[in-house]
């Protein structure tokens, strides 16, 4: 049985490794994105595991299908990259990693939380000046705070979670109900989550329901002092509103792992020329910081995604039902 792997990091090595000895699989690992071109080396494989933040070509599917393939394995949460309808109109089974390690996006969106609750890009701005000067950035503390969540699955839930231990009070909006939460959280609607949060930190998928969720309307009811978190997909927020409600001081700040452009320069050294305007004047501002798509990054995380996903691959390829198909 045979495995290839697109997209692979050199930290997924050594976990791909002691998998593929455990089942018994060979596995070949690719640095290279799956597109029209690198699609062809799968040919003669049984299984087939990717990770990326580009779409998927739609060419890809019946390529897979020509090619004798059942299974297509996203080796990450998102799936706004697959068209999944076409996946499967070509007798592809569609997974995911759903979870493979929601406190890793968790704590990075707490960590960029505290940095802007604590103000300290503005302390870095001026210490750059070697101005030393700790007055009229006055802050204040986590429990005195009410968070509201955007999305209460995984990542959102151990978001609550660890709000709610550092003294939070914890609201969210979600179409599912999960009792398991009730201890962290108060489940109420969109509209309270933005007029009363002092920290509003989204986790929902990105498809047509939610593009542009976070525009000039939801900004305008969100607090002066609020700050807002984004560790899911940038298309989630309407960039230019999201710059007009910062420069009008509609809200206090934000901290983004992601941008709805940011396939254009994320994930390599940029040129100065690939880096759009809206890029620029956002890193410019003390008020927001930026990192790249980067909140899953840690070893639990890793591991996780390289043994999940090449549990479901080995599923599928031998006849069981996988646990995380995407059924929709």
């Known amino acids: 049985m045979k495995i290839i792997m697109y997209a692979v990091l050199d930290v997924e090595r ?90 890793a996006i968790a704590e990075m ?17 001026r210490m750059d000046k070697l101005d030393f000067r700790w007055t009229g950035l006055e802050s204040t503390e986590i429990y005195n705070l009410t968070v509201g969540i955007i999305g209460a699955g995984n990542i959102g839930g151990a978001t609550a979670r660890i709000y709610s231990a550092l003294g939070a009070n914890v609201i969210a909006t979600d179409p599912v109900h999960h009792a398991e939460l009730e201890a962290y959280l108060k489940y109420t609607d969109l509209e309270t989550v933005l007029t009363e949060s002092d920290i509003v930190t989204i ?38 509103d999201l710059i007009a409600a910062l420069q009008n001081h509609e809200i206090a700040g934000a901290a983004l792992d992601t941008l709805a452009d940011e396939v254009q320069f994320f994930e390599k050294q940029a040129e100065p020329d690939e880096i759009p305007e809206d890029y620029k004047t956002l890193r410019a501002m003390p008020n927001v910081l930026i990192s790249p798509h980067s909140a899953f990054y840690t070893n639990t995380a890793m591991k996780n995604i390289v043994e999940m996903g090449l549990d479901d691959v080995l599923a599928v390829l031998e006849g069981r039902h996988p646990q995380y198909e995407v059924l929709y």
């Open 14 to 103: 050594p976990f791909i490794k002691a998998w593929a000895e455990k089942h018994n699989v060979e596995i070949k690992c690719v640095t290279e994105r799956l597109t029209p071109e690198t699609v062809k080396w799968a040919d003669g494989y049984d299984g087939i595991d990717f990770q990326q933040t580009h779409m998927l070509d739609d060419s890809i599917y019946p390529t897979l299908k020509a090619m004798g393939f059942k299974q297509l394995t996203a080796r990450m949460v998102g799936l706004d990259m697959v068209n999944v309808p076409l996946a499967k109109q070509n007798g592809l089974i569609v997974t995911n990693v759903p979870a493979y390690s929601p406190r």
């Open 109 to 125: 969106g707490l960590t960029q939380a505290l940095r802007l609750v604590r103000k300290l890009g503005y302390y870095d701005q």
């Open 203 to 240: 986790h929902t998928p990105l498809d047509d329901t939610t593009v542009n969720m976070l525009d000039a309307a939801a900004f305008k009811k969100m607090k002066p002092t609020a700050y807002l978190i984004n560790m899911a997909r940038g298309g989630l927020v309407k960039t230019p």
